[in-house]
């Protein structure tokens, strides 16, 4: 057998997890670390699974280290804040098998909503936290983790960004390790975080983290790399940083940063002896560069670098080099929009139609704000829109003509609770729950709503009206997403309540099923520029009027509903 493999970061880091013995990985999926539950599910035979949320993904992880195996919890950065509650408290009580929790933070935003820098909530926590540059460092890396977990009794953080999670380099295989179950013993002093416990806690965390700061001055994966050259210039990186470092500047001299914290600080403190001038090259805030100022190394670092976005190779030799950047050929921007036949669509359109102030949410359906269905007010984070559509009614004395939307993989994620805050607390609000059998935005992973697992096998399915009504909803109301007219009566009928009522807008995301489709058909276009509203893809302007992409098409046959002219005929 081959035991190596050109492979994406992610399924490293799944690979990883399977050489170490991990028993439990519990996630949920975002963008960019979806795909190391995905992969763990498909080569390991141990427990994977989909949790409704972060916060439940790692109190998964902790019951699981705790019992005595090894457990692997998977989230975006984003993420790390609804799992910062056990995140903390982990640390005080330690674990007793490996705990690593993998954060993929997204400098750039390509998929986020904000830039967070994660490298905080390590410091925060006193919780150690390795960072790899490549997919062969990540699958080390993993292993490494677990390691210094069990030998420190402590969950570690393993930190990748976009550029990282989703690059590909070679990956040398080994075969598993024989991990066994971790005996499980009775220590309420321990595992029992009441106040007194923890004050006892608190200093074993204090003295951990002094030992830490120590340790990872003797790891191999902190290292100096001299160059041939007189060292005059030295450079401070970690992560994906250090590729661009190598490749734009490749006669300076490297410390290469594999645990940003506790950050090696006598080493770095022996490199910066070593060279005339020290620079710190990272993305985001100036987390090491405030560091090692704070430890009193003279450095050099956002003067020259943003806090803002991604560096890369160029942006480095534009400073350095003096080599300007490539100015890029001017074209037209593409933003990104709703896929033709997208559910979601119709919706928005009618929601746009009726000028309601929309509290929307984080998914696919956040593209409801774009033009031309300009349609969403505001989108916060997740499962926010309920909470958010409350605040606002409240606040405008119950006469705002506001709604939430939120999709259904969000709503079980962290809009449960909103709904039942509403009701208690008697907004008479109207929320949306757009439901497309799937959590659409990250690539269609399912969740406790669609009836199957992480591994597509069967599962026990979350009736999504009858929890609503559970939780105290006046009404609900299941209407086919494609239904404008219905749609539209229904929003009506829900706005000019006092109630709480919610509607389900039903209909599988169009991408679940990947059969060719027939495609409508235009003739005798009056070019209104009516349908062009729906935002629609496939619709095409021309000075001869609107045609069909017939490559893009999928026969939703949602702008037959909205042309005037019925010059727009659905395929039979």
């Known amino acids: 057998m081959d035991n190596k493999e050109l492979m994406l970061t992610n399924k490293a880091i799944a690979r990883g997890a399977f050489e170490a013995g991990v028993r439990v990985l519990s996630a949920y999926p975002g963008t960019p670390s979806t795909e190391i539950a995905e992969n763990f599910a498909k080569i390991s035979g141990a427990h994977a699974e989909w949790a409704p949320n972060e916060k439940v993904a790692l109190e998964v992880g902790i019951g699981a280290a705790v019992a005595g195996a090894r457990a692997m919890v998977c989230m975006k950065h984003v993420g790390l804040n609804v799992a910062a509650d056990p995140l903390f408290t982990s640390a005080y009580s330690g674990i007793n098998a490996g705990l690593v929790i993998v954060v993929a933070d997204d400098p750039g935003m390509h998929s986020s909503q904000n830039e967070q820098d994660s490298r905080f909530y390590a410091r925060s926590a006193h919780v150690l936290m390795l960072e790899p540059s490549n997919a062969q460092e990540a699958k080390d890396f993993v292993k490494l983790a677990f390691e210094l977990s069990e030998k420190y009794d402590t969950p570690v953080i393993l930190r990748t960004t976009t550029r990282v999670a989703h690059s590909q380099s070679i990956v040398s295989l080994d075969e598993p390790e024989d991990v066994r179950l971790r005996p499980y013993e009775k220590a309420p002093s321990k595992y029992v975080m009441s106040p007194a416990n923890a004050i006892v806690r608190h200093r074993v965390v204090e003295e951990r983290d002094c030992i830490l700061s120590d ?3 003797t790891l191999p994966i902190n290292r100096a790399e001299y160059s041939r050259r007189p060292a005059r210039m030295g450079v401070i990186c970690s992560g994906i940083v250090y590729e661009y470092v190598k490749e734009a500047l490749p006669d300076v001299s490297i410390y290469k940063i594999g645990t940003v914290y506790p950050l090696p600080i006598k080493e770095i403190q022996r490199f910066a002896q070593k060279v005339f001038q020290l620079y710190v090259f990272e993305e985001l805030e100036p987390y090491i560069e405030d560091t090692l100022k704070a430890a009193g190394v ?20 534009e400073v350095f080099d003096k080599t300007p950047r490539p100015v890029p050929e001017k074209v037209p921007a593409r933003p990104p929009i709703m896929c033709a036949g997208c559910p979601h669509r119709g ?29 969403t ?25 506001n709604i939430a939307v939120i999709g259904d993989s969000t709503f079980i994620h962290s809009g449960i609770t909103g709904l039942i805050n509403a009701v208690y607390n008697q907004s008479g609000i109207t929320v949306i729950i757009l439901d497309n059998s799937t959590t659409g935005m990250t690539g269609h992973q399912d969740h406790p709503a ?35 007219k219905q749609l539209e009566a229904v929003i009506k009928k829900d706005c000019a309540s006092t109630d709480v009522n919610v509607i389900i807008a039903k209909r599988p995301c169009v991408m679940l099923d990947k059969t060719p489709k027939a495609s409508c058909s235009i003739l005798g276009c009056k070019n209104c520029g009516k349908c062009l509203k729906l935002g629609c893809p496939a619709l095409v302007k021309t000075d001869a009027g609107v045609k069909v992409d017939k490559t893009l098409c999928v026969n939703c046959g949602l702008c037959s509903k909205v042309c005037p002219f019925g010059a727009i005929k659905e395929a039979n």
């Open 347 to 375: 919706v928005f359109y009618v929601l746009n139609k009726l000028k309601l102030t929309v509290n929307g949410d984080i998914g696919c359906y956040t593209l409801g704000a774009q033009a031309p269905l300009s349609a």
């Open 377 to 401: 007010d505001s989108v916060i984070c997740m499962g926010a829109s309920i909470g958010m559509a409350h605040g606002f009614k409240k606040a405008t004395g119950g006469v705002s003509n």
């Open 215 to 217: 340790v990872v001055n």
């Open 450 to 484: 669609t009836g199957k697992d992480i591994k597509g096998k069967p599962a026990p399915s979350i009736d999504l009206a009858e929890l609503c009504k559970a939780c105290g909803a006046a009404s609900v109301d299941i209407v086919d997403s494609y239904d404008l």
């Open 298 to 317: 003279k450095c050099t670092g956002k003067e020259l670098f943003s806090v803002q976005g991604e560096l890369s190779v160029a942006k480095i030799k």
